[in-house]
């Protein structure tokens, strides 16, 4: 379990999230490759906002996860493409990649437009289309 809550974030964790944002803004514009990903991914500020404004068992560390996306990504496994549970129109599918935060399973979602760009939307220690059972 997280020693930090989600909703009883403490003020050091606060502040390191609001360096994390500054530091992270050397990501926005960077393209990303996978090597079972067809597509270029895009990291906007957007991405590194809606990265850091997730909830996770594990907040502050999946935080940190986030300086160090380039190397998680390539290193984590492509699942292949889900159906985005919002539903979003300009959304043609979400991608999904397993990862490990604190060593425990988490998931990058990329964003696939309908205009073709492949955006980092976020991560997530749940995805809702996927099931334990699945045994990924």
């Known amino acids: 379990m997280s020693s930090e809550s989600n909703r009883h974030i403490s003020e ?3 502040q390191r999230r609001k360096e994390i944002k500054e530091e992270a803004k050397r ?3 960077v393209i990303l490759s996978h090597p079972f990903f067809p597509h270029d991914i895009h990291i906007s500020m957007a991405g590194v906002k809606e990265w850091l404004n997730q909830p996770h068992k594990y907040y502050a560390e999946k935080n940190e996860a986030l300086l160090l996306l380039p190397e998680l990504l390539e290193q984590s496994e492509y699942l292949g493409p889900m159906p985005d549970p919002k ?3 300009y959304i043609l599918t979400g991608h999904i990649f397993k990862t490990q935060i604190a060593g425990n399973d988490s998931w990058i979602i990329v964003t696939e437009t309908t205009w073709g760009e492949c955006m980092v939307h976020s991560v997530s220690d749940y995805y809702p289309y996927i099931k334990e ?3 990924l």
């Open 12 to 14: 050091a964790v606060k």
């Open 27 to 29: 990501l926005s514009g």
């Open 87 to 89: 539903h979003r129109d």
């Open 133 to 135: 059972e699945q045994n």
